[in-house]
Structures are given as C-alpha cells and as structure tokens.
C-alpha cells in the first residue's frame, strides 16, 4: 500500500490492483448514480463530480453499459474527456437489454464483441484498464467467454480481465482460460455474507470465502454497495424508498430486516459521532481495514460527496473500534 499527497491536508491511498500492476486508488468512483437509475443526479453535477474525483486523486472509476441504459458510459466520456492517461476505467459486459429494457445475461463471444465496441464508443476511448464480466452466464462456457476476452486483450480493446459476482470455484475455472486480475462483490458493513442482492441469487459470500481467497492468490476485490444504498450515511430516509426506487428491491432495505439493520445502523451511526467523524468516512475506513480488498466502489452523487469521502484515510480506526463494530454487526 502507498500514501501520496495529492493536495495539502490529506492523504490518497492506493493498492495493487491484483496481479494488474494497476495502483488503484483505494476509493474508487462507482457511476451506478451517474445513470440515473435512482438518485436525482444530473449530467452537469455527475461530470463536475466525476472531474472532482479526478482533482482529489480518485483514479479508478467503475462504470457499466446497465447503468442507465448506456448513458452511464457517455456521461463518464464526457467528464474524461483529456484525462484519459491520468486514470484507470473498467466497465462491464453481459447484461443486455431489449426496447423494453428487459435484462438478460449473453456472455456469448458475439454479444462480448458487440458489446465493447458500444462501450468504447460510448466512452469515447480506445481500450479499458478492466473489462469485467458482470454477472454469471449458465448458458454460455466459460471457456468460451474468457476466450473472447484473451482476444481483446490482443487486439488491446482492453488490458486486463475481472469478474464481478463470481465465487471461489468459477472464479478457478476462469483462470484456466485467462489470468483473471479481479473480483467485484458486494460487501459492506450489513452485506458482509449475504446470500442476495436485492432479488438477484448470490453464489458467493464475500468475508468467508471471496476475501481469504482473494489475498492467498493475489486477486483484487472490488467492493460495490460500500453504504448499502445509503442506509450507512449519516441519515437514512426511509419515505424515500417508494415510487419505484429501485432500492425497493434490495431485501436488507425490506421489513424485518430493514429494522435490523436501522438499528445496527444508528449504533455505528454513535460510534462516529464520539469518534468526531463522518459516519461515510467511518463506514470506508473499515473496509480498507479488511485484508484482500483493492479498491472501494463508493458512487458520491455531488462534489461535496466525494470532498468528505476522500477524507476517510486521513486516519485509521484503532483495532479496539473495530471489535466493537464487528460485535454490533453480528449481533
């Protein structure tokens, strides 16, 4: 791990990215928002954010062709626009979409293909740093997939090869087709095992199986969801989950549990507030604290966002803190 001085009064940490050679920043930009899917961010506040990030050091920047129907993608071009060589950007294939926006996995050679050129385009560039796999195809092999893959890192559309909701053993059967240079998984403080996100099947469970793995096999872990949607800010509306936000869907954000993790929330929530920091900065400090991850997809939808996000490691929570969260979490 290094710290380096980016501006005066802070520091920025990065990690290897895996076996890429890529230093990641350790707060990544995730542009899940930036497609508008469920926050009110607009296209003029999402580039001066992005271009924000850029400014405080962020150099790794997650996107998807899902996220907004591909307007994602061009919002981040645009934000990008003469930078391209001073940072990392990874998107991801696999989920397509029809005229009524119905989603379906085609890991398919010739859906890949199609897919990084839209991408590409989209973005206005000419390769990327990380092309990930988004989720798991049943119907079509892995060989096959990763195949494609190897085939664009030879043409250089793209340099390294991740994955993103794979477990332990597809994650081995990748690997003997490709090196495989990262995992994207969901994980913070109330997803720390979960077995869905939202109503999507989880194969995986991320602190038992995906990280211990991850750093015996020099494999980067790439975090998403680190404030679980937002229950793990400093304030948490619950009347805003109606009207076809999509966080609805999430089943931690739902009945029973919802009031579980309230709770949980408002006793880390304490846990700040006597510690004089921003509960975001608390919630990412924990995470970088855990072995095997890389970088962390935190998705700021202001530039006020990402000024007190970037904070988060000007400090670092003592080992005693961090039992004490651990306890509240497992309770």
């Known amino acids: 791990m290094l710290y380096v001085d980016k501006l005066e009064g802070f520091k920025v ?3 290897k990215l895996g076996s890429s050679g890529l230093e990641v920043s350790v707060l990544g930009f995730g542009c899940w928002p930036v497609g508008n899917d469920w926050t009110e961010a607009n296209d003029k506040s999402s580039v001066e954010t992005i271009r924000e990030a850029m400014e405080l050091g962020i150099n790794f920047f997650d996107v998807a062709p899902v996220y907004g129907f591909g307007h994602a993608e061009k919002v981040l071009g645009e934000a990008i626009k003469g930078k391209r060589d001073q940072i990392y950007i990874a ?3 696999g989920l397509r979409w029809d005229d009524s926006k119905t989603i379906t ?3 398919s050679r010739e859906s890949i293909l199609e897919e990084v050129d839209l991408t590409l385009q989209r973005l206005d560039i000419e390769y990327l740093d990380l092309y990930q796999l988004h989720w798991p195809d049943p119907n079509t092999p892995l060989e096959e997939t990763i195949s494609t893959l190897n085939e664009l890192k030879e043409k250089g559309k793209i340099r ?3 994955l993103s909701n794979y477990n332990v053993f597809l994650i081995k059967e990748a690997k003997k087709y490709g090196e495989i240079v990262s995992d994207q998984v969901l994980y913070n403080m109330i997803d720390r095992n979960s077995d869905h996100y939202h109503d999507l099947a989880l194969n995986y469970r991320t602190e038992a199986e995906i990280l211990p793995y991850a750093e015996n096999n020099n494999l980067g872990v790439i975090p998403y969801s680190p404030l ?27 009945g029973k549990k919802l009031q579980k993790n309230l709770k949980k929330a408002a006793e880390v929530r304490q846990i700040a507030k006597d510690l004089g920091k921003p509960m975001v900065q608390l919630v990412l400090n924990w995470m970088a604290a855990k072995k095997g991850i890389s970088t962390i997809i935190a998705g700021p939808t202001n530039v006020e966002e990402v000024r007190e996000n970037v904070r988060a490691f000007d400090w670092e929570l003592k080992s005693e803190v961090i039992e004490k969260i651990d306890e509240i979490l497992q309770a």
Request: aromatic share 6%.
């Open 91 to 93: 998107s991801k294939c």
């Open 228 to 254: 679980c949607q937002g229950l793990l800010t400093a304030s948490f509306e619950i009347e805003k989950l109606d009207n076809g936000d999509v966080r609805t869907a999430n089943s931690e954000l739902r």
């Open 13 to 15: 940490l990065y990690r």
């Open 105 to 107: 996995r085609n890991l």
């Open 160 to 162: 390294n090869i991740g």
